[in-house]
């Protein structure tokens, strides 16, 4: 009898030490595993801070990435590659962000270049169409509540600020295309868009994509925000938006710096009005370089990927629109 419980504690001891021995080897392999993560490029290498994250998406935090992932789940796209649902909206959100080429991606995520492409035809107007209800356009009790105080001595009535931007494209070999989209101004082929401000600094419109040659005033009027405008609405843009009589038609006014041309001087009380319209209407050109840190809108879109312009351009608008707005010290003035 002593000799079995001998042997009993014996083997009680060994199945101790075993079991101590299994679990610090469990504890080392999950070390292993959380390590290997961490040096393979990943969502899991990059969420770990907010400055990594805005970095490679564009998105201010985690909980902004996991909600719009949640909606994203809601979609019929089909994940490819092996790819968790994290690695593709984080991939995809990179190419819109930082303007990545494909075969960068593919290396860095570890897939075949063809996937890739696949991924972002079918990811990309998916998430254009899950934030584009970001960019709304609001109504004027809704403009006139959150109205910063520099527009309000001259400038009570502004419901929207406008202006247009232009993204590089690659150089076509069609001839006509060429001549369409040629830009004047930036003596390059570019696609041209219509951008709206509210007095707040959120983007309220976002017009489809046109030649870099088209007019402001043409795309003023054909890209459908006369039918946003309602009787009583003041606009305000730049000497080149040449369409006063075309808003006046709806009941809308527009307010333009005065034209020095064919005149002496101009009346000290127009200086002083053209003045105050520059300083509140720069407000648009800070939107539009808020929206330019997007580096993907810096670079020269190729032309296999133009017809996605309008989504990404999307994207990074309603992602935007996320952000802390730029009209923030016009608050406080």
Known sequence: MDQLTLQYNQLSDDYKALKSELDATQEENKHLKEQLKQSKFGFDSVKDTNAKLNFF?????????????????????VLKGGLSWENHLLLVLMKVRLGLTNRDLAYRFELPFSTVSKVLRDWIPMLSSIVKPLIMWPSKDAVRANMAKC??????N???IIDCTEIF????????ARAETWSNYKHQNTIKYLIGITPAGAISFLSSGWGGR???????LDSGFLDKLEHGDEILAD???LVREDLASVGATLRIPS????????????VDTSRQLSRVRIHVERVIGQLKTF?????VIPISQVDMLDDILTICAGLTNLRRTVVARCFQQ
């Not at 527009?151 to 009570?156: D, I, V």
């Not at 494209?169 to 006509?176: A, F, P, S």
């Not at 088209?214 to 003023?220: C, G, N, Y």
């Open 239 to 241: 000497r080149g938006f």
């Open 158 to 160: 502004c419901h929207c």
């Open 57 to 77: 998406t564009g998105l201010q935090s985690l909980h902004v990435f996991m909600w719009l992932l949640d909606i994203v789940k809601r979609s019929t796209l």
């Open 259 to 270: 034209f020095t041309k064919g005149k002496s001087q101009l009346p000290g009380s127009s």
């Open 169 to 176: 494209i690659e150089r076509t070999y069609n001839l006509k």
């Open 214 to 220: 088209a007019s402001d005033k043409v795309i003023t």
């Open 295 to 299: 580096p993907i809108l810096n670079t």
């Open 151 to 156: 527009f309000k001595p001259k400038f009570r």
